[in-house]
């Protein structure tokens, strides 16, 4: 079972941030949070990992809490071809086997 | 991502036939990975490789098998394939040098239809 959990789904007007939550309460301290996402049936897109600091990139950002047990990745201004499953995971197995759970299904808006 | 390639596309074959998917990657990339994906369910992983020399089972490996022929190939074979082993199979690719981070880089997945 993945070590996450994330909403089913979610709405985001086109424009507007989109903020997707994660819980990972059992994360260890050296341990990563990756973001994917996945369009369709298309191949998994690699988003955004980070382990303690707030990260920041051209696709996304990722707020982690200061007690690491969850966070959240902020799309800034959502499109329509932002539409898709996004999945949070913390690979287990010394970082070695990424878990994908059912993820967020995320559908903006127009 | 172009860099990992995935051959056939798509396939439809029949119970009991012999089925071999093949993964290319350009990245440089040592680790190689094979997932199925259901309808509607997240990825699961049938079997990894660390380098040329290592296979290691993942979480559903049974009714499957995997060779990997160079550092840049990685081939998942179905040696009699079922209809439940209908799926979408994605290959990714991963480098032990990145500095302590693992991130996995996808191909853009083969559809087989097992009738």
């Known amino acids: 079972d993945a070590k996450t959990t994330q909403p089913t789904s979610m709405d985001c007007a086109e424009g507007r941030a989109a903020n997707l939550p994660c819980n990972h309460s059992?994360?260890?301290?050296?341990?990563?949070v990756y973001w994917y996402r996945q369009i369709h049936s298309q191949g998994p897109q690699y988003i955004i990992h980070?382990?303690?600091n707030n990260e920041t990139n051209e696709m996304a950002s990722l707020i982690i809490t200061e007690d690491r047990k969850s966070s959240t990745l902020i799309l800034p201004h959502a499109t329509l071809r932002d539409t898709a499953v996004y999945y949070c995971i913390v690979p287990e197995d010394y970082g070695q086997n990424f878990v994908f759970g059912p993820g967020t299904r995320l559908s903006v808006l127009p | 991502d172009a860099d990992v390639t995935q051959t056939p596309r798509n396939r439809i074959t029949k119970t009991g036939k012999r089925i071999m998917l093949e993964c290319s990657q350009t990245?440089?990339?040592?680790?190689m990975y094979w997932y199925r994906q259901d309808p509607g369910l997240g990825l699961r992983l049938i079997y990894y490789s660390f380098d040329v020399k290592d296979i290691n089972k993942g979480e559903i490996s049974d009714g499957y098998s995997v060779s990997r022929q160079a550092q840049a190939k990685f081939s998942l074979s179905l040696e009699s394939a079922i209809p439940n082993q209908t799926a979408l199979y994605f290959c990714?690719?991963?480098?032990?040098?990145?500095?302590?981070?693992?991130?996995?880089?996808f191909g853009p997945g083969t559809r087989l239809t097992v009738l």
């Open positions: 990245k440089g990339h040592d680790r």
């Open positions: 980070g382990l303690k």
């Open positions: 059992t994360i260890s301290g050296n341990e990563y």
């Open positions: 990714a690719t991963s480098d032990s040098a990145d500095r302590g981070t693992d991130t996995q880089y």
